[in-house]
């Protein structure tokens, strides 16, 4: 028995705002779009509650990703639950397989694939994401007013971290397992130094999240004021976070220092054809939020409708039959 590769104009690699946004402006401009990705919603809907959504004073991230995808299934895009396990590209043709062995092809790729965020490894750690455990001090921080956090990182973004949610909390801790925090900006640690209600514990690590059904202390490996025991409201690990590289390591995309994808200010890559959006690129510096991810789509989407014009016909030069066993 044999069966045509699925052939499009743009192949949508993700599920989070970048990927959305981008599914939504492709469609309007008539497109033949699909969205192939394994984690839906992304960072965005694993985060809790979002204040900073315009339209939105407050919304959960896990409906805010739905309303996206709802928004893109109106315009009758297809939506695949799958991993891109591998791309290739001939001429201007490209080629994806996802992990349950479906091939796609399409005459232009936008990569939304985000990132993965570093983690400490402990119990409870994914189940009480948005119950005190935060991966973002910039989406979460105002809801903690007056409550006790704890930040666990050395970098710059924990010391960002630490003096956003200094302005809101009554107590913050900023733990980390050096001897002192690791090339932070100098105006962010003297922001830091400023603040009066952040406690440094350095030479400390986090071994444990207690609570009921949420957050409610963290364990320590050093005592403080005689305990090891730390009750906090929220704890944010500002650890880092890793692009997901892998399908720009396979198209031979340039990254940058970061291991982000350099794109231009249309989201192009150095690859004719390949667009990303989103987290993984190294477009809008360091503010990592929802609200960038989807203009980084529509842009990506864009360009994409504008490289389609130009090569109309590039995948079906390239289409052929593949045997199902």
């Given at each position: 028995?044999?069966?045509t590769i699925e052939q499009h104009d743009v192949l949508i690699i993700g599920q989070g705002a970048a990927a959305f946004a981008a599914a939504l402006y492709a469609a309007r ?297």
């Amino acid at each position: 028995m044999t069966s045509t590769i699925e052939q499009h104009d743009v192949l949508i690699i993700g599920q989070g705002a970048a990927a959305f946004a981008a599914a939504l402006y492709a469609a309007r401009y008539q497109m033949r779009t699909i969205v192939i990705g394994e984690m839906f919603g992304g960072e965005t809907a694993t985060g809790g509650l979002i204040e900073n959504y315009p339209g939105y004073p407050e919304i959960d991230g896990y409906d805010l990703m739905l309303k996206f995808r709802e928004q893109a299934e109106k315009y009758e895009v297809p939506i695949v639950d799958g991993k891109v396990e591998s791309i290739d590209r001939t001429a201007h043709c490209f080629e994806a397989r996802t992990d349950s062995g479906e091939t796609y092809q399409g005459t232009t790729v936008i990569l939304a694939v985000g990132r993965e965020r570093r983690k400490l490894g402990l119990q409870h750690e994914d189940e009480w994401t948005g119950k005190g455990v935060s991966f973002c001090s910039t989406c979460d921080a105002p809801l903690h007013r007056g409550n006790v956090v704890a930040v666990v990182g050395g970098g710059d973004a924990a010391v960002k971290g630490a003096v956003l949610l200094s302005k809101y909390a009554e107590r913050v801790y900023i733990v980390y397992r050096g001897v002192a925090f690791t090339r932070p900006e100098a105006a962010n640690l003297r922001l830091l130094e400023q603040s009066g209600n952040v406690e440094r514990l350095f030479n400390t690590n986090v071994i444990e999240l207690k609570g009921n059904d949420g957050l409610s202390a963290i364990v320590l490996d050093q005592e403080v004021n005689g305990s090891t025991e730390l009750a906090v409201n929220g704890i944010f690990i500002e650890i880092g976070a890793d692009p997901r590289t892998e399908l720009a390591h396979q198209l031979g995309i340039l990254l940058n220092d970061r291991d982000e994808i350099i794109v231009d200010k249309h989201m192009g890559t150095n690859v004719h054809g390949v667009f990303a959006a989103g987290d993984v690129t190294d477009a809008g510096g360091d503010l990592k939020q929802t609200l960038t991810a989807a203009a980084q789509g529509a842009l990506a989407a864009t360009a994409a409708y504008a490289d389609v014009s130009e090569h109309p016909e590039a995948c079906a030069v390239h289409a052929r039959g593949f045997s199902l066993v």
